[in-house]
């Protein structure tokens, strides 16, 4: 049974997922930036943001996710070797190759090489 604590968060939750897939890209932005910086569970942000990458998703939500890798990085002084791999790969890419540099600046920053 989950505490009340625990049902808040998981509405919020709720209520960040369905912003996100909202039509309404400003409410998107500020549901996937909620996330990354009020979320608790990394692991769960990172499946998040590599969705966003993966979907047919709006370039500025592509673009956010992108960026929020690297806040994640900071924020936890952790992240998975996939978000680095995906950093990596988009690298080369004309649109997001930039952030994903700067993402992958902040990750190198702040996250030890065993928090990878």
Known sequence: MMTSEEQDLE???LAMMTDLESSDIE????????????????RRVEVVLLDCL???????????AVTCMGHLG????AISVDVVHRLEGLLEDSALGGRAEDALDDIRAFVKMGNV
């Open 74 to 77: 900071r924020i936890h002084r």
């Open 11 to 13: 509405n919020w939750r």
């Open 27 to 42: 409410l998107a932005t500020r549901a996937l930036l909620a996330l990354a910086y009020d979320d608790s569970d990394r």
């Open 54 to 64: 993966s979907r047919d998703a709006d370039f500025q939500i592509q673009a956010l």
